[in-house]
């Protein structure tokens, strides 16, 4: 195709910032007003508006929109002007248009979305994406389509052999273009583009604009018009950025706070390697949250059943690394977490944007060792975003939410059935109303995970300055601190009775994720449990007096796949210091994905197990 002048375009940009109502748009009374309506939608975004004016009619678009702006939508409602011109699609024959995408998660959602919007135009809609059988995309290209969806290398691929007949093609979409260069196929677009004809419509979505993307576009669109979003480089209206100082090794702690404090539909926490998601995964299970993880060890089937498990439910947090969750749409998706920095401003935006979408609120929080305190900043500086910067929810706070929810629990304020109301008279009849209510408030810590003793490094710490006031007061770096230590309030735990439960060191057991496995089991707060002593075989920890009867009660009956817990006898001797967990004050954090090595470990726990496995043997005792 003949190369064309944006200039003029890229150089005057038509920047949109307002919202219009669906009735007073152009398409107002077409198959997609009526699907937009019947959605839920009564007014459109900036972007969305902006494609669909008179104006940007069978133009050329390029236009700048963050991710979450609505631009999915924006593209569909753009193309309809040039597909619909009789308000409903002719039988299924060679593609009409075809969108391309980065990923095979964004291709997925994207196909959704047009699904819907074109249904009541009868649009047959097919996507082809790398990780699926190609033989099933090519049945499915010959039964016909009007709209193809799809990732560049997979439709090079179909067109190469002649499974895509493309020379029909009166729209051509390249949805988050930048991010398609980055990930190297600029071959694969240009090689599709020159393949379709020249004389049909080009829609280029891209976050940002470097060099690569406006040569594109001056070589494949002609006269296009230029649109830029309102918020480009004041990051997004729609989401609180947040920044919280953690120390590097409670970043684990301060994960399942943040999560606790927030109490998400779903969220989505972001490591930077595979190995730092699949450790942080196995920590918020182990800690009672319903958590998938999205690497790119996983195939395309088993991150398809993750994110349908964040899609209906099943599942609250998605431990992902960036590759990997590239085009993730999540509607319900209400919180990201940064567990570990993004490597750039960019991809700061790419991850924060899958929550704040189609209008809808969101947060994004980034967790700040000292150490990158300024890394962070100037990131934030160059994303454009202004966070509010604090501590991590501490468990106090959070145990002061978790009283005002249970205020607001539906069981609470729901009208009562006669079943109901006959178990209640029951109750009444065998238990005090203290009793009951103490019930009542166990259940509900029962059904949530523990929250994390956590502390706050404060504003400004730097490394030197603690070194100083080591070297000042002749403390070594592994010395526990003061408000930590271990044996601090050592006689304060009073009375209190023991239990054993069937996992050890051959197990691999360690405090850090047996503590909240038992207040999960039995109902618990950190405060109710003293000390936890491993075995080889076993594990014994002490409950205090006033909740041992309860946690018996409860804590004995184990579900399928749990560890037996029972009563025993305290172990002999008195308990050495190294070898306890002091619940509320000898705090040991869940390993921070990135974070360096430990401490010394106490005698009684388990040797670090890459050092196990460099030596080639089981953990030493």
Sequence with gaps: MAGSDVARGVGSPRRVHRK?????????????????????????????????????????????????SGKTVAYGLAMGE?????????????????????????????????????????GRIVACVGGMDPRAERRQLELGAHIVVGTPGRLRDHIERRALDVSSLK??????????????????????????????????????????????????QRDAARIVTASEGRGHADIEHRAMRVHPREIGHAVINVLRASDPTAAIV????????????????????????????????????????????????????????????????????????????EILQHRSGRTGRAGRKGISVMLVPPSRRRKAETMMVDAGVTPVWSGPPTAESIRALDQERLFSDPALNEPASEEDLALARTLIARKTPEELAVALARLHRARLPAPEEVSDPGERHGARDSYVARERHGASDRQPRPDTAPAARRAAFGPSAWFRIAIGRKQNAEPRWLLPMICRRGGLTRQDIGSIRIFESESRFEIAAEAAEAFAAIA???GKGEAAISACEAPDGRIPVQAEKRAPHAKRSHAAPGAGRPGPRPAARVRDKKEAARAGKRPAR
């Excluded at 075809?98 to 047009?114: C, F, I, M, S, Y």
Aim: glycine residues 6%.
């Design 270 to 345: 972001f490591c930077s390697t595979r190995e730092a998601v699949r450790r942080l995964h196995a920590t918020l299970s182990e800690s009672g949250f319903s958590a998938v993880l999205i690497s790119g060890e996983l195939g395309q089937a088993e991150r398809n059943r993750a994110l349908q498990a964040l899609r209906d439910g099943r599942a609250q947090v998605c431990v992902a690394t960036d590759v990997a969750a590239r085009g993730i749409d999540l509607p319900n998706l209400g919180l990201v977490i940064h567990a570990d920095l993004p490597h750039d401003a």
């Design 556 to 558: 004995v009956r184990a």
């Design 20 to 68: 219009q109502l669906l009735v007073s748009l152009p398409l107002n009374d077409s198959p997609l007003s009526r699907a937009l309506a019947a959605r839920g939608y009564s007014e459109l975004t900036p972007v969305q508006s902006a494609v669909v004016e008179e104006a940007m009619s069978g133009r050329d678009l390029l236009v700048s929109a963050q991710t979450g």
């Design 171 to 220: 729209v051509v979409v390249l949805d988050e273009a930048d991010e398609m260069l980055d990930l190297g196929f600029r071959p694969d677009l240009e090689f599709i583009l020159e393949a379709t004809p020249a004389e049909r419509r080009t829609l280029l979505f891209s976050a940002t604009l470097p060099a690569d993307i406006a040569a594109i576009a001056r070589k494949f």
């Design 82 to 122: 040039t597909l619909l011109a009789d308000g409903a699609f002719a039988p299924a024959g060679a593609p009409l248009a075809l969108v391309v995408a980065p990923t095979r998660e964004l291709a997925l959602q994207v196909e959704r979305e047009l699904r819907w919007l074109y249904a009541e135009a009868r």
